[in-house]
């Protein structure tokens, strides 16, 4: 409105994270609480909470082009739903969207007191789970646990048909690892809190952005020059969104945007989600993306079996933990530090370490005892387990 009548969409400045923060909780409501079914906060991983907003028609449209990604959720599909219900949006869109195809839905969450590693072992082997949502790195944790316990996730996943991930950039390579121990197709989709998905995968395994429900913008992190298409920070408008509509919001996230032609027939531009770089502190080297790590441990002979790794970037430096087996351990140190030199013309302090020193083995094989409130025990009960929820 400061703007004036035929104002253009060039003329509107961007809508920052900090200025929702600011807003935070009610300033962009833009309707009246009647119409709001629910209410949704971001994670906060990049500082304080943001409010969102959804009525039941941003809930229908939102759906909508979730539902259209390569998954193709049917009413035969069991879908475990293994991100957090509270308080982001990413598992209530997909147990909606598995809802309005008619699935089974496995509210699962993540990380919770009732969710241990073995019970969704369980899952996905006794309830016959075909298709899962989760990161991409969860995929992983699954694969451990298996491995923890003596089996194979072919056998624990052996009605997997998709794995939908979504919430981290997942590399060529790690996608590739993924599919080889479970199985399954791995399906990308990207979104956010504020947004819900803002694009996802063809049948053809291209990522596809929502361009026809989001007006997409690129900003050059140097200059700031906003484009149609390129490289660079991500800036959306939305479209079809009642309850918290967005102008020009820098969604924070490098991404690369461009058109080609898709033998899936979408004519929508293409996505390629870079993610966040880490500084260098100062030193020679570069920001580094986990991404790009990632593909190099990944491209690791499967049989090495290398699930986990860590890095620590400190001015000239780069040191990376591997969890491997000792059996191998010297060759994957070797050709991951030969790799880094390679491909990234990065030197690094390369150094292998057993299984269950960055993920222990008791993570993954405990199981997690939820107990409601007590208050009235019999003489062979432990009384002291009464009133709070422990393990």
């Not at 899962?132 to 491995?147: K, M, Q, V």
């Not at 803002?198 to 700031?224: I, K, N, Q, Y």
């Amino acid at each position: 409105s400061r703007l004036g009548k035929g104002a253009r969409l060039a003329d509107v400045p961007l809508t920052t994270k900090d200025d929702l923060r600011a807003g935070y909780p009610f300033d962009f409501l833009a309707r009246p609480f009647r119409d709001v079914v629910t209410y949704h906060e971001s994670s906060g991983t990049t500082g304080a909470p943001i409010s969102s907003f959804l009525t039941a028609h941003d809930w229908d449209e939102c759906i909508d082009r979730f539902n259209r990604g390569a998954a193709r959720i049917e009413a035969d599909d069991r879908v475990l739903v293994k991100t957090p219900y509270s308080m982001a949006t990413t598992a209530h869109q997909m147990h909606n969207a598995a809802v309005a195809r008619g699935a089974l839905v496995i509210p699962a969450d993540n990380r919770s007191s009732m969710m241990s590693y073995p019970r969704v072992l369980r899952l996905l082997r006794q309830i016959g789970v075909t298709v899962t949502w989760s990161l991409p790195s969860e995929t992983l944790f699954w694969a451990a646990a298996a491995w923890a316990a003596g089996v194979e996730t072919v056998d624990v996943g052996r009605d997997l048909r998709a794995m939908v991930v979504a919430g981290e950039v997942v590399s060529e390579a790690k996608r590739r690892r993924i599919a080889e121990l479970w199985g399954a197709r791995v399906v990308e989709d990207y979104g956010s809190t504020e947004t819900g998905s803002l694009g996802g995968e063809c049948r053809m395994g291209a990522l596809h952005a929502w361009a026809d429900r989001f007006c997409l913008e690129v900003s050059d992190p140097t200059t700031g020059r906003l484009s149609a298409r390129g490289r660079g920070r991500l800036v959306v408008t939305t479209l079809h969104r009642q309850a918290m509509p967005l102008l020009r919001y820098d969604l924070g996230d490098i991404v690369e945007l461009w058109d080609e032609a898709c033998p899936c027939g979408w004519v929508l531009p293409r996505i390629r989600v870079v993610g966040r770089t880490v500084p260098s502190s100062g030193g020679r080297i570069n920001g580094l993306s986990q991404a790009a790590i990632d593909d190099v441990i990944y491209d690791l002979p499967a049989d090495y079996r290398v699930l986990f790794w860590r890095g620590l970037l400190a001015g000239d430096s780069l040191r990376l933990e591997i969890e491997v087996h000792p059996s191998v351990a010297d060759a994957a140190a070797d050709e991951v530090r030969a790799a880094l030199v390679d491909r990234l013309a990065v030197a690094a302090d390369v150094r292998a370490v057993p299984p269950g020193s960055l993920v222990p083995a008791d993570l993954l094989l405990r199981e997690k005892l939820f107990v409601k409130p007590r208050y009235l025990f019999s003489s062979t009960e432990d009384w002291e387990r009464g009133l709070i929820y422990q393990e």
